[in-house]
C-alpha cells in the first residue's frame, strides 16, 4: 500500500507544477499583449499630437506671411512669387495633415519641411522689412526732393520779382526826361515857309521844342520819342494802328520820331501835323521814351 500512496502523491505533485507553469504563461502572455496593446495606443496619442503641433507651427507661418499684407509694402515681382509659392507650400502640407493616417516617415517629412519653410518665411520677411525701409527712405528722398524744388521755385520766383524791379529801376534810371518842354503853332505855306501863329484857323502844325535832361544812366544812341496830342475837347488825336507801351500798358501815339540823345543837354524839337482841322482852346502834348513819360506841355490856340 505504502508503494502505490507514494506513486500517487508524485503524480498530483506533477500535475500542480504543470499548472503552476500553464498559469505562468497565461499570465506572462496577457502581460505582453497588455504592453504590446498599450505601446500601440501611445503610438497612436504620439503621432496625433505630432499632427496637431505641426497643424500649429503651420498656422504660426501664415501669419507670419499674413504681416506682409498688413503692412502693405509694395513688393517685387520676385518677392512676390516667393511668397505665392510659400502659401502653396503651406496648403499642400495642411492636406497632408488632415490624412487620417501617417506613419513616421511621413511626419519626419513634413516636420523637416515646416522646419525649412520657418527658416524661408523668417529671412522673406526681414527682406521684406528691408523694402519696406528702403521705400520709407525713397519716400523721405523724394519728399526732401520735392521740398527742395519746391524751395528753390520759391526762391527763383523771389528772384525773378526781384530782378524784375531791378530792372524796372534801370529802365526807369536809363529813361530820357525832357526839360523846357513847349509847343509852338505854326502856319505852313505851300513854298514850305513856315510862320508861327496863335489862332486855330491858322495853324496846321505844332512845333515841340525840348531839352533832354543829362542821364548817366541812359545810353548815348538813337531814341524813339513817341508823342501824344489831346485836342481841347480831351480826344487823342491818333491813328488806330498806331500802338506803344508805355507804364505798362498799350497806347496809341499820334507820332513817333528818332532823336539822337548823346548825354550833352542838346535840344530837339519834333513837327506834328494835325491830320484834320484844328479848334480854338488848349492842347495837350505829352512825349513818351523809354516806356515811361518824358515831359508835356499845352498850347491854347484863339
Known amino acids: 500500500m505504502q508503494p502505490e500512496k507514494h506513486d500517487t502523491n508524485k503524480r498530483d505533485k506533477n500535475k500542480i507544477y504543470f499548472l503552476i507553469l500553464i498559469i505562468v504563461a497565461l499570465v506572462g502572455t496577457n502581460i505582453f499583449l497588455f504592453l504590446r496593446s498599450d505601446s500601440g495606443r501611445s503610438s497612436h496619442v504620439t503621432i ?5 503641433r505641426l497643424r500649429l507651427e503651420l498656422a504660426k507661418i501664415e501669419i507670419e506671411l499674413d504681416k506682409v499684407t498688413v503692412l502693405n509694402v509694395k513688393l517685387s515681382e520676385q518677392l512676390i512669387n516667393e511668397q505665392q509659392k510659400a502659401r502653396l507650400k503651406i496648403a499642400e502640407l495642411k492636406l497632408a495633415l488632415q490624412k487620417a493616417r501617417l506613419n513616421e516617415k511621413e511626419l519626419a517629412e513634413a516636420r523637416t519641411e515646416i522646419t525649412g519653410l520657418r527658416v524661408f518665411v523668417k529671412e522673406y520677411n526681414k527682406r521684406v522689412e528691408k523694402r519696406q525701409r528702403e521705400i520709407e527712405y525713397l519716400r523721405e528722398e523724394m519728399d526732401s526732393l520735392q521740398a527742395s524744388a519746391a524751395e528753390a521755385k520759391k526762391r527763383a520766383a523771389e528772384l525773378e520779382n526781384r530782378n524784375k524791379e531791378l530792372n ?3 529802365r526807369n534810371s536809363a529813361a530820357l526826361k525832357a526839360s523846357e518842354v513847349r509847343a509852338i503853332a ?3 505855306r505851300e513854298n514850305g515857309r513856315k510862320t508861327e501863329v496863335t489862332r486855330a484857323s491858322t495853324t496846321s502844325i505844332f512845333r515841340i521844342e525840348f531839352t533832354v535832361v543829362p ?4 545810353e548815348g544812341r538813337k531814341h524813339r520819342v513817341y508823342l501824344r496830342v489831346f485836342d481841347p475837347a480831351g480826344n487823342l488825336i491818333a491813328d488806330d494802328n498806331n500802338m506803344f507801351e508805355a507804364n505798362g500798358q498799350q497806347m496809341q ?8 540823345y548823346q548825354n550833352d543837354g542838346s535840344a530837339h524839337l519834333i513837327d506834328w501835323k494835325n491830320p484834320g482841322s484844328f479848334i480854338k482852346g488848349t492842347y495837350t502834348l505829352i ?6 513819360s518824358m515831359g508835356k506841355t499845352q498850347i491854347t490856340l484863339r
Open 287 to 292: 512825349l513818351y521814351s523809354g516806356n515811361a
Open 186 to 188: 505854326f502856319r505852313e
Open 48 to 52: 496625433i499630437n505630432e499632427k496637431e
Open 253 to 260: 501815339y499820334s507820332l513817333s520820331s528818332l532823336i539822337d
Open 168 to 170: 524796372s529801376r534801370i
Open 215 to 218: 542821364n548817366p544812366f541812359a
